[in-house]
């Protein structure tokens, strides 16, 4: 079973318009952490955000905040106020404990597409 | 500041060459990791290593060997390259987050694209 989903493959967003990209995951411990990456066209990882299972509020990271839904397993990025700089692949990421390597999971990313 | 440094950054090989893909870090992180990505499929896990001498399979390990002989280093090798191994290629490296939060992000390369024909 997939770990991270990110069900959208692509989207567009209208400039200066807020947008979420969705990602679900699936773990049984009650511990983990969530990630964020941004992937330019450029082709670099950058890390946007994190948000630990026991957080008691949402990450926010200036436009980039995260609607965390833990009974739903959730974590959607929400950006507000699009750039043209937006435009990237992002994908959603999990650290789960007892990981000996303390790797991530990562989904299958989402395309934004920011329109002028 | 170099972070992670990937060599080289674009590679063509004919079916059964080989290859290898060096990774360094100026961070002195103990981890460090190789990953593959391909479209809709997102990046996906070859091997990693938790310390110098020291190396693990991840979730697609089949076709490539990798060493950490100085803490600094991590290279990936394909042995006998295959079409199947057309992907870009990244390394990334982090902290020991031995117990404790699971914060703490990966820090990638830039990544290398290999092209087999």
């Known amino acids: 079973a997939q770990k991270i989903t990110q069900t959208q493959p692509g989207m567009f967003v209208q400039e200066k318009e807020a947008v979420t990209l969705d990602c679900t995951y699936d773990?049984?411990?009650?511990?983990?952490?969530l990630f964020w990456y941004k992937q330019p066209s450029s082709g670099e990882m950058i890390f946007l955000i994190y948000?630990?299972?026991?957080?008691?509020q949402n990450a926010t990271e200036g436009r980039y905040s995260l609607n965390f839904q833990k009974a739903r397993k959730s974590a959607n990025l929400v950006i507000s106020a699009s750039q043209l700089g937006d435009s990237a692949m992002y994908f959603c990421?999990?650290?789960?404990?007892?990981?000996?390597?303390?790797?991530?999971?990562f989904g299958g990313g989402t395309r934004l597409m920011v329109k002028p | 500041n170099a972070g992670v440094t990937q060599t080289p950054k674009f590679r063509v090989l004919k079916t059964g060459q080989s290859m290898t893909l060096l990774c360094a870090q100026d961070?002195?992180?103990?981890?460090m990791y190789w990953y593959r990505q391909d479209p809709g499929m997102g990046l996906r896990l070859i091997h990693y290593?938790?310390?110098?001498?020291?190396?693990a399979k991840g979730e697609v390990p089949d076709g490539y060997n990798v060493s950490r002989l100085k803490k600094q280093n991590f290279l990936l090798g394909l042995e006998s390259a295959a079409p199947s191994q057309t992907s870009v290629y990244f390394c990334?490296?982090?902290?020991?987050?031995?117990?404790?939060?699971?914060?703490?992000?990966?820090?990638f390369g830039e990544g290398s694209r290999l092209t087999v024909l």
């Open positions: 773990t049984s411990d009650p511990s983990y952490g």
């Open positions: 948000q630990g299972s026991y957080d008691q």
């Open positions: 290593s938790v310390g110098e001498g020291t190396t």
């Open positions: 961070m002195n992180h103990e981890y």
């Open positions: 990334a490296s982090s902290e020991k987050l031995a117990g404790g939060p699971l914060h703490g992000e990966l820090f």
């Open positions: 990421a999990m650290r789960e404990p007892n990981n000996a390597g303390n790797m991530l999971t």
